[in-house]
């Protein structure tokens, strides 16, 4: 605790670190595979109003918290409400973050090799033979050393980055990935719209077909703009515990979350105009970048280079967003422990790490942990926290604001920063309740649909 707080470097930092944070396997891997198995258009259409809806005010809500306490979540919620239960949100967001990078590093070291195999031209065995591309994906992820050398290197460089601070690592680190991960996927974007039958993606993508929304669907969209945005475990209280006082929150989130959608949408064009332009199956679900691309970028003239660009750029986006989670619980020995980064950062990186273990070898039957609720141990680690320990830390974190901080107070740190505009603080109740509710309901459903057998809908 008697160390000097460290702070960003500039304002674009804050901005490209918050947004690699937000941009990640979520966006490229997740959101195109939902929209493409849920009626594409209407599924974007529901998950846009939710980010606005929901993901805004949470948003704004953990950059305002942070900033305030200057502290990571269990200090920022002890220094506003001392002695209270409240710190246990704090630390239901550090848990969070153990159970969310043990699978997302495991991910994070598949892409790797995927970035590799593409770079050795290794897909041109796959060549329009998804069978194929799905047989070396299935036994490849299966093994038991293959995914773990990658896993360790992925680790490795995320606890490489975050020793190295603030400023010196995931500022810069961000400042370098951000801008890169923008410039290849719009370009990826614009080599899929031009191939032959290319945009039909855009008519999938952005023309709605509401008779294709159902209302499973919706639930879905509202817990990804959860997850996509990072929310929930406190990682953008952490981000916005490094910020000086001078910054305007909400123009920053604005930003956030208007990078995050563009990444979102940019990759979806990139993966659908190229999926659609080779006849490949736009509803191929979860295979659909690790199985479905790899069969189709080698039919594509400089295959080789589309392929290894597009598996970079989405190593990048897993980094960024890696270094986000490992932030957060190594911000938490040094804020409330006085421990020093490096310590925390190895200890736990190290310790995550050996928790992803058990995820990887979870899927390959070797260890057989399938007593989670008839799932594997990773698939557990994904639900565990997509659906119920991100939605609830942010429902809490909502109604902490709400309920402990005041409204008041939260709208004054708002106003620190801000030059003309004036927040009003019935609009934040309405916005930060209507979270609170809805996010509330998600987690019910999940409830009712897992013990009970029924969803509330879907
Ligand atoms: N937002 C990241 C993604 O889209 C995932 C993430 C979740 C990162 C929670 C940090 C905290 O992949």
């Known amino acids: 605790m008697n160390q000097a707080r460290e702070h960003w470097g500039?304002?674009?930092?804050?901005?490209?670190?918050?947004?690699?944070?937000?941009?990640?396997?979520?966006?490229?891997?997740?959101?195109?595979?939902?929209?493409?198995?849920n009626g594409g258009a209407a599924f974007t259409l529901?998950?846009?109003i939710c980010i606005l809806v929901v993901g805004l005010s949470?948003?704004?809500g953990e950059f305002a918290l942070g900033r305030k306490t200057q502290l990571s979540p269990v200090g920022a919620y002890l220094a506003i409400a001392p002695g209270s239960l409240w710190k246990w949100v704090g630390f239901l967001g550090v848990g969070s973050a153990f159970v969310i990078l043990s699978f997302y590093g495991v991910v994070g070291g598949w892409i790797m090799n995927y970035s590799f195999l593409s770079l050795k031209g290794d897909f041109s065995q796959l060549t329009g033979n998804p069978e194929a591309a799905s047989a070396l994906f299935n036994s490849f992820?299966?093994?038991?050393w293959a995914p773990l050398f990658w896993q360790l290197l992925f680790m490795m460089i995320c606890i490489y980055v975050i020793v190295n601070g603030v400023k010196g690592g995931i500022e810069k680190w961000s400042k370098i990935m951000m801008p890169t991960i923008i410039v290849i996927l719009v370009i990826l974007a614009i080599r899929g719209l031009t191939l032959p039958n290319g945009m039909t993606s855009l008519t999938f993508l952005f023309k709605p077909k509401f008779e294709d929304l159902s209302a499973s669907a919706v639930v879905l969209a509202l817990g990804h703009s959860f997850f996509t945005l990072s929310l929930g475990m406190g990682t953008m209280i952490t981000y916005g515990s490094y910020l000086k006082r001078n910054e305007n929150l909400l123009n920053s989130a604005l930003w956030v979350i208007g990078l995050d959608t563009i990444i979102a949408l940019l990759a979806g064009v990139a993966i659908f105009s190229t999926v659609f332009a080779l006849g490949a199956?736009?509803?191929e679900g979860a295979g659909l970048i690790f199985v479905v691309l790899p069969s189709v970028f080698p039919q594509l003239p400089g295959g080789q280079i589309w392929g290894t660009l597009f598996f970079v750029i989405l190593f990048m986006a897993a980094l960024t967003s890696a270094i986000s989670i490992l932030e957060v619980v190594t911000a938490y020995f040094i804020d409330q422990k006085g421990w020093t980064r490096i310590r925390s950062t190895i200890?736990?990186?190290?310790?995550?790490?050996?928790?992803?273990?058990?995820?990887?070898?979870s899927l390959g039957g070797n260890l057989n942990i399938t007593w989670?609720?008839?799932m594997s141990f990773f698939d557990f680690m994904d639900y565990l926290s997509s659906k119920y320990m991100l939605p609830i830390g942010g429902m809490l974190m909502a109604i902490f604001i709400i309920k402990r901080w005041s409204v008041n107070e939260f709208v004054k740190e708002l106003h620190t920063g801000m030059n003309s505009t004036k927040i009003s603080s019935q609009l934040v109740t309405i916005l930060l309740s209507i979270g609170a509710l809805v996010v509330g309901f998600i987690i019910l459903n999940e409830i009712f649909d897992k013990l009970l057998g029924f969803p509330i809908i879907g």
């Open 10 to 37: 500039s304002r674009l930092g804050f901005i490209l670190a918050a947004s690699g944070s937000a941009v990640g396997i979520g966006n490229i891997w997740k959101y195109p595979h939902m929209a493409g198995q």
């Open 141 to 144: 992820i299966t093994s038991t």
């Open 281 to 283: 199956d736009p509803a």
């Open 372 to 374: 989670f609720l008839g």
């Open 58 to 60: 949470i948003v704004i």
């Open 46 to 48: 529901i998950y846009l």
């Open 347 to 361: 200890l736990f990186g190290g310790i995550i790490t050996v928790v992803g273990i058990f995820c990887s070898l």
